[in-house]
């Protein structure tokens, strides 16, 4: 997969399942939106995800989608959590596809793929690194795929057993970059790599701009 093999380049949205909220970015207006979970303090329950409110009051998540994204149609790429169940997966698309309607493109209008396809470089080599409630995900990226990763618990692991992961998937290609997403930084995966934003990630298959020196130095 990866940023063309996903289909980001023939996307006009994508939708990025996070902890807290769908972040959304409109590659045609080059527009980012969010929809936050709403959670009562009251209802956290460890390990289970707060998107699962999408189906709890999916009249308000539906409206909020729509007045997101605005009128069109359009192709929407899903980048779902490596953790994420078969029945959760299913549900996600189902969510989008009754949310959108009319507004999805009527062939190929949904597409998902696992985050970590998308935090760098069609074509290179690299570590991601990401977070739900559940896990911490380490995968090896190689040419748009994932061939191998590791789900470490998020109650039980720290930054050295994440450390000891990406050691453990790098052994044979020493050096390889490690990627996260930066909406997800905790203090475990802070400085483990370099943390990638939402604008970023969501415009993987364009020509990147090369970050200004600090004219300080």
Not at 72 to 81: I, N, S, W
Not at 98 to 122: D, E
Request: aromatic share 10%; glycine share 8%.
């Amino acid at each position: 997969m990866g940023a063309k093999g996903s289909g980001l380049e023939r996307t006009d949205l994508l939708i990025w399942v996070g902890m807290e909220a769908l972040q959304i970015w409109n590659r045609k207006r080059e527009e980012e939106k969010g929809i936050p979970f709403l959670q009562e303090k009251n209802q956290k329950i460890p390990y289970v995800p707060k998107f699962h409110c999408l189906w709890e009051d999916p009249v308000h998540y539906s409206k909020e989608l729509r007045r997101a994204i605005g009128r069109g149609r359009f192709r929407v790429l899903l980048a779902m959590p490596e953790d994420i169940t078969f029945i959760e997966s299913t549900a996600l698309k189902d969510f989008i596809y009754q949310a959108m309607g009319g507004r999805l493109k009527r062939f190929h209008g949904l597409t998902a793929c696992p985050q970590s396809v998308l935090l760098g470089p069609y074509g290179e080599h690299y570590i991601a690194a990401t977070r739900t409630c559940r896990c911490y995900c380490l995968a090896e990226v190689k040419n748009g795929e994932i061939v191998d990763s590791q789900l470490l618990d998020a109650y039980q692991s720290d930054r050295n057993s994440l450390d000891w992961a990406v050691r453990d998937l790098s052994a044979k290609n020493s050096g390889i970059p490690v990627y996260y997403p930066e909406s997800e930084e905790d203090w475990a995966l802070m400085g483990i790599g370099e943390n990638v934003p939402f604008s970023q990630i969501a415009t993987m298959d364009k020509p990147q701009k090369k970050k200004k020196p600090d004219s300080r130095k």
